[in-house]
């Protein structure tokens, strides 16, 4: 992972703390150094889930804390400042994210990433048959 340098800084939509760039083999994805929630760009969601290592090296924020910023769902979106949906993942129901419905890009409090990346075989078949 490495820091991007010259690139427009966006805004925390939990803490209002400055994100900062990383690398992410072809990603680039938006990190908060306070809380460690993390800001994805359209389209990169699943791409991104499908490569553990990846996910491992950009969600290092302790799941206890993202379980606390979780419960605020109110959020704006970092990118065009529009109102965010708190939603839950389809597959992972017990996982919820803040999703913009504007510029379609989804910020994950910490530990999520690594939680939807680590989709065991109990929850495929809950998704499949429900609870």
């Not at 809380?35 to 799941?63: F, H, M, N, T």
């Not at 994210?97 to 065991?120: R, Y």
Request: glycine share 10%.
């Amino acid at each position: 992972m490495g820091d991007i340098a010259g690139e427009r800084v966006l805004q925390c939509p939990k803490c209002d703390e400055p994100m900062r760039q990383l690398k992410a083999g072809d990603f680039i994805v938006d990190r908060c150094e306070q809380c460690y929630g993390i800001w994805i760009d359209k389209g990169e969601r699943l791409k991104l889930l499908k490569d553990k290592a990846l996910v491992w090296g950009v969600d290092i924020g302790s799941p206890e804390t993202g379980r606390m910023h979780d419960q605020q769902t109110e959020a704006t979106c970092p990118r065009c400042q529009r109102p965010m949906q708190h939603v839950k993942d389809r597959a992972q129901k017990h996982v919820g994210f803040e999703f913009c419905s504007e510029c379609e890009g989804s910020f994950f409090d910490a530990g999520e990433l690594t939680d939807l990346s680590e989709f065991t075989l109990s929850e495929r078949i809950r998704s499949l048959f429900g609870p």
